[in-house]
């Protein structure tokens, strides 16, 4: 469960997020639209951990992110999360499948397992057959296919998706959608889709828009 209470936040005195609140239960998928600038990457950076907000209280399956030090939360964020954001990060030095295996990795799941999954993963986003190829040989909508793998590897409770569509052509976009609904909802797991495609947010089970004066359906 995530729960979000009055989430307040500003940058340079100009509030952004002024009084978010929502609740998503095991096995659901949210999608968040709004117009540019209106915060919805703040928020999603928030829900990361990877920015405090002003005020408000965020508790993902009963850990209270303000009882968490920087330690506890990057190992929140890497046991617990996936992201798929505009930036992704992936590493130039190793191989698609070595990419993907990563975060499992980084929980002790090495091994041809690893291997295994994230072969798996590489092909539901018909990547099967570029494993062995270097980041630098693929496209940026390949890129972003690789990313989304990655991001779903280590079975994330709270899966944080930034535009996982934008680069795509529908095809891949509806072949990333359906990825993304299916894993969350097979693990249980929560999902919350930030985008600006109505295409992608009805893939979702809810939309909710986000305006200045708060989150709702
Ligand atoms: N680190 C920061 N410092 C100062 N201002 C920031 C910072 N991060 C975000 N903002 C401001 O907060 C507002 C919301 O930005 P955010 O990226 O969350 O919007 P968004 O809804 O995701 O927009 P888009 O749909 O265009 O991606 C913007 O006006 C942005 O300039």
Redesign the pocket.
């Known amino acids: 469960m995530l729960e979000i209470c009055d989430l307040y936040r500003q940058?340079?005195g100009?509030p952004?997020l002024q009084g978010i609140s929502m609740r998503l239960k095991p096995g659901e998928y949210v999608a968040i639209t709004?117009?540019?600038?209106?915060?919805?990457?703040?928020?999603?950076?928030v829900i990361a951990g990877l920015?405090r907000p002003d005020r408000g209280r965020l508790v993902l399956d009963g850990e209270d992110y303000a009882a968490l030090d920087e330690d506890a939360l990057t190992r929140l964020r890497r046991d617990k999360l996936g992201f798929v954001f505009?930036a992704f990060h992936i590493l130039p030095h190793l191989t698609l499948r070595q990419n993907v295996a990563l975060p499992l990795w980084l929980k002790g799941q090495g091994g041809r397992r690893a291997d295994r999954q994230a072969e798996h993963l590489l092909d539901a986003v018909g990547l099967g057959d570029r494993a062995e190829s270097w980041p630098r040989e693929l496209s940026g909508g390949e890129m972003q296919r690789v990313a989304i793998a990655r991001a779903l590897a280590h079975k994330p409770r709270l899966i944080l998706a930034?535009?996982p569509t934008g680069n795509l052509d529908p095809t891949n976009a509806a072949r990333v959608l359906r990825l993304l609904g299916e894993r969350i909802r097979s693990a249980g797991a929560m999902g919350i889709l930030?985008t600006?495609s109505p295409e992608a947010a009805r893939s979702a089970d809810r939309v909710l828009q986000?305006t200045p004066e708060g989150l709702h359906e």
Do not use: A, I, W
Not at 34 to 45: A, D, H, M, R, W
């Open positions: 940058f340079n100009r952004v709004g117009e540019s600038g209106v915060g919805k990457s703040t928020l999603l950076n920015d505009q930034d535009e930030v600006h986000l």
